[in-house]
């Protein structure tokens, strides 16, 4: 998983509700610090292998690496950023992929933000907003044809599709139904059985959980309605608080980019 810390998090320009919501409290910086430090080190414990991105002064939202990519089998597709206070925080993972010797397929062509790539099996969801257009989905439909690709447009004013609806298993799915339209929901349905997020968990970035196999999900202890509803269907609920960090409009899964790759000879 690659991570960066939020060493310079700010609200330097509302670009999401969250953020309007806290722009005058602010973030604390060694507060959301600390819970950063404490996200890792529950990772490591549970096996998750962390790379820490360089953290710039420019880039306020850097924390939120899931945004900046995503990863499909071995190949690990750049994307393209839609707001100004973004731009640029992915030519720091072209680096480090650079330096690592990593090829990456880059997404120069259409705006496109990993945050609104759902990946699940042989089906990739992607959303439809002010962040990801449909020329975006086109080209992974000519690009993926392995795939099936489905464009999910949702309500301008959430973040993320994955602030919305998130896959947690082959059978089983989180959903925020106010932000979605009637046919969508009805085809997610047809597929999984179908969680309800309400109106507050998802202010509190419900959806927004982080699945490492073997049905264990990080999620924040204050969303304790859907903990429930996944505790009782047998998942082990990993409870860090990042509460400082969701100010900016995103969780567990904003802040994580998974990457597969074969071994070094």
């Known amino acids: 998983m690659i991570l960066c810390q939020p060493q310079y998090m700010t609200i330097r320009d509302v670009i999401n509700e969250t953020q309007k919501h806290f722009e005058d409290e602010g973030i604390h910086i060694e507060l959301a610090l ?4 404490e996200f890792v080190k529950t990772l490591k414990d549970h096996g998750v292998e962390v790379i820490l991105l360089p ?10 690496t899931r945004d900046i990519g995503f990863t499909l089998g071995h190949t690990i597709f750049v994307a393209k950023m839609a707001t100004d206070v973004r731009k640029g925080e992915e030519n ?4 480090w992929l650079e330096d690592e010797e990593i090829s990456y397929y880059n997404l120069v062509e259409e705006r496109i933000e990993g945050g609104d790539v759902l990946i699940d099996q042989n089906t990739v969801y ?3 907003s002010d962040r990801t257009n449909e020329k975006a989905a086109e080209q992974l439909k000519c690009l993926l044809v392995q ?4 464009p999910n447009p949702f309500k301008e004013k959430y973040l993320h599709l994955d602030c919305i609806f998130n896959v947690l298993s082959p059978e089983l799915a989180l959903i925020y139904p106010k932000a979605l339209e009637q046919k969508d929901i009805e085809f997610l349905a047809s597929r999984y059985e179908l969680i309800e997020v309400s109106e507050e968990e998802q202010f509190q970035l419900g959806t927004n959980v982080l699945n490492i196999g073997n049905k264990r999900v990080f999620r924040l202890p204050i969303n304790k309605h859907v903990n429930k509803q996944l505790r009782d269907r047998g998942f082990d609920v990993i409870e860090v608080d990042i509460t400082e960090i969701i100010k900016s409009g995103g969780s567990f ?13």
């Open 126 to 128: 992607v959303g439809l």
């Open 55 to 64: 953290y710039h002064k420019k880039y306020p939202e850097q924390v939120f």
């Open 147 to 150: 795939y099936e690709v489905i």
């Open 253 to 265: 899964r904003c802040c994580t980019l998974p990457i597969l790759r074969e071994p070094k000879n």
């Open 92 to 95: 720091v993972l072209k680096l």
């Open 34 to 37: 600390e819970q950063h430090n």
